[in-house]
Each structure stands twice: as structure tokens, then as C-alpha cells.
């Protein structure tokens, strides 16, 4: 049976905590404007959705979230599961745990409008998952720090960062994944972390300008790697400004 639960927040000062579940087939739609929102969720079983379906499946149905001040504690735990949806959101915590397979997320955030001072934790367990993670756009989004810890065998991660400022560690342990990953503007700081072998990594960096008020003294890029693996292939384009690769 499919259990459907719609949204809409107003202005929320409160927590608000939200259980799905069941063995499969949980959605959750969200629709929120106002400051301050707390959202806890957890969903367990497979075949949950998080705000909406994907592009592929036709639906115009979509995560559609504005506002500052907001925390999320978003818990998945199985297989096929999806979060999708765009949303804006100043001075806001993003902490996602996933456990489970084939999972899918597709979250667009400051692709409708400006997005600054993000911290994104991701905890990751399993194989054969699919993110696609974005951040900025040609919008403005300034100041981020991002953290994923990864551990299982298999999974895609395409996850582009257009933020100025931008501290970005990933700790990978597991054979065969594949991560594509780029920074763009302002000040860039990467570490990653890779335990496992036949991985294949692409990062791209592009410093930019520094932002008004930051202690970004001048808009360099850095990487720091920490590598123990057999057959991986990383791929490193970093460019300044001008385009000096």
C-alpha cells in the first residue's frame, strides 16, 4: 500500500519530526517557506521518496524549500530510495545517513535562488548508490563546507560545488566507485581520503575571486590526498581565474 504524506510549513520556529515506516513505496512531498524549520526524517524500508520524483519519471512533483536558519537530519535505511528536489537556504546544517543500496539522490540546492553559508555532512554505507549533488549554479552561493564519508563498493557520485569559499573533504573506503567532483570560485580547500581499489576520480577546480568580509586572502586551490589503492585513476585540472591551468 502507498503512503503518501503532504506538507506545507509556514513560518516555523518549532521541531517537527516525521516517521515513514513501511516495506516499501513511503513518499514524503515537501513544500516550505519561513525560517527556522527543524526536519527530522526517517524512512526505512526501499522504494521511499524524499520530495517528489525524479525528471525522468514525469512528475512535476518537486522538493520545494526556502529559507534561513534551517536544520535537517534526513535518515534513509535500505534500498532504492530517492531524495530529489531544489531548495534555498542561507546559514543552514544538512546532515543525510544512508544505509543501503541503489539508493538515488538528485538535490539541486541554490539553484532557485542565492545560498550562503551551508555545512553538508553525508554519511554513506552501501553499494551501487547514485548521487548528483549541486550547489550554486550561476546564483550566489558563498561559504561552504562539505563532508563525505563513504563506505561501500560501486557508487557514482557527480557532485559540483559553485560556491565561493569552499572547504571539501571526502573519505572513500571500497573498490570500484566513482566520483566526479568540481569547485568553482573563490577560495577552494579538497582532501580526500581513498582506501580501495580500481576507483576512478575526476576533480576540477576553478578558484575565482574572494569574498567580501572572508579571510580568503588570495583565491588559490589546494588538494591534499591520502591514497591506498591498486588500478584507481584520478584525474587533477585545477585553474585560476584567467584560466592558467
Avoid at 543501503?100 to 539522490?105: A, C, H, L, R
Wanted: hydrophobic share 35%.
Amino acid at each position: 500500500m502507498k503512503k503518501l504524506i503532504s506538507l506545507v510549513f509556514g513560518l516555523l520556529l518549532s521541531t517537527n519530526i516525521l516517521f515513514a515506516q513501511a516495506t516499501d513505496d513511503n513518499e514524503i512531498k515537501i513544500e516550505q517557506a519561513g525560517d527556522t524549520l527543524k526536519l527530522y526524517i526517517d524512512q526505512i524500508g526501499f522504494g521511499n521518496k524524499i520530495g517528489g520524483n525524479d525528471a525522468s519519471s514525469g512528475s512535476l512533483s518537486n522538493m520545494e524549500i526556502t529559507g534561513g536558519g534551517l536544520e535537517f537530519d534526513l535518515d534513509f535505511s535500505g534500498n532504492q530510495n530517492i531524495l530529489f528536489g531544489p531548495l534555498k537556504s542561507d546559514d543552514t546544517t544538512y546532515k543525510l545517513d544512508f544505509t543501503g543500496d541503489s539508493n538515488k539522490i538528485d538535490w539541486n540546492i541554490g539553484y532557485i535562488g542565492s545560498t550562503d553559508d551551508s555545512d553538508i555532512n553525508f554519511d554513506v554505507t552501501g553499494d551501487s548508490n547514485q548521487f548528483d549533488l549541486d550547489q550554486g549554479y550561476a546564483l550566489s552561493a558563498e561559504r561552504l563546507n562539505a563532508d563525505l564519508i563513504l563506505i561501500g563498493d560501486s557508487n557514482i557520485f557527480d557532485v559540483d560545488w559553485e560556491s565561493d569559499d569552499l572547504t571539501w573533504n571526502f573519505d572513500i573506503t571500497g573498490d570500484s566507485n566513482n566520483i566526479n567532483t568540481l569547485q568553482k570560485d573563490g577560495e577552494q580547500y579538497l582532501k580526500l581520503t581513498l582506501e580501495g581499489d580500481s576507483a576512478d576520480i575526476d576533480i576540477n577546480q576553478l578558484s575565482g575571486t574572494c569574498v567580501g568580509g572572508s579571510p580568503c586572502a588570495t583565491p588559490n586551490a589546494h588538494i591534499t590526498l591520502d591514497i591506498d589503492s591498486e588500478n584507481a585513476v584520478i584525474q587533477i585540472t585545477q585553474k585560476d581565474a584567467a584560466n592558467d591551468t
